[in-house]
């Protein structure tokens, strides 16, 4: 019976040569890389002379390209998975596909670790990381409040990530409902050229009016309550 992998491949969430050896050398060796939007994964496999065949799947994708994917896993394929940047998975329909094929007798799952913009952020964050409390992106709209409240409320680090063109208005919500001696910390574009770590009070970061281009990961200390 052909038994297919699907190899769950971290790639780097800026700077490329943040990859590991192992990920190069499964990226090389797999049938086909399953890739959130090709034109960003090809400019990786440019960067290092791989040639290998893509298949996009993203937050869209239905589920005949579901059965796509597990079709060729089940005729004895091996396919990588990978996102933009960082861990599959995390904050990415990677995991509607784990989850999907998990179970499947002809199918192996394999993690390839490496990357997580938010496992960098609370690197350098200095808040307690022994807890924290992951919460992806704030909703655009709809029970945005309701995300800021349990951010506000939470015992343990708070750690999630923000858009460019939201940065300003999330810093804001955040100031109407913390507490002022609140600690935050404010990554953007980490590991790129113009990384920048903004550190302080809620308050402090407003007035530094952080630059709204690029993406962010913001950290929370912990509530006193």
């Known amino acids: 019976m052909p038994t297919g992998i699907l190899y769950v491949v971290a790639t780097p969430i800026?700077?490329?040569?943040?990859?590991?050896?192992?990920?190069?050398?499964?990226?090389r060796s797999v049938d086909v890389i399953l890739c959130e939007d090709t034109r960003v994964t090809a400019k990786l496999l440019q960067h290092y002379q791989i040639q290998r065949s893509l298949l996009s799947y993203h937050?869209?994708?239905?589920?005949?390209k579901t059965k796509e994917i597990q079709a060729l896993l089940e005729e004895g394929k091996n396919l990588a998975l990978v996102t933009d940047a960082g861990t599959p998975g995390i904050s990415d329909p990677g995991n509607v596909l784990v989850a999907h094929l998990i179970g499947n007798p002809q199918i192996q799952i394999i993690p390839i670790p490496g990357p997580s913009a938010l496992i960098t952020a609370l690197s350098v964050s200095?808040?307690?990381?022994?807890?924290f409390l992951f919460l992806g992106f704030p909703p655009h709209k709809n029970k945005r409040q309701k995300f800021f409240k349990e951010v506000e409320q939470s015992s343990?680090?708070?750690v999630f990530y923000e858009s460019g063109h939201r940065i300003t208005r999330c810093l804001a919500e955040l100031?109407?409902?913390?507490h002022p001696n609140r600690q935050i910390v404010v990554c953007r574009e980490l590991t790129k050229k113009f990384e920048t770590i903004y550190r302080g009070t809620v308050a402090q970061l407003v007035a530094a009016a952080p630059d709204e281009r690029g993406e962010f990961v913001v950290v929370v200390s912990p509530s006193a309550n």
């Open 175 to 178: 100031s109407a409902l913390l």
């Open 14 to 27: 800026g700077n490329l040569d943040d990859i590991t050896l192992r990920a190069l050398s499964i990226l």
């Open 156 to 158: 343990h680090t708070v």
């Open 59 to 64: 937050q869209h994708s239905d589920r005949r």
């Open 126 to 131: 200095g808040l307690p990381t022994d807890k």
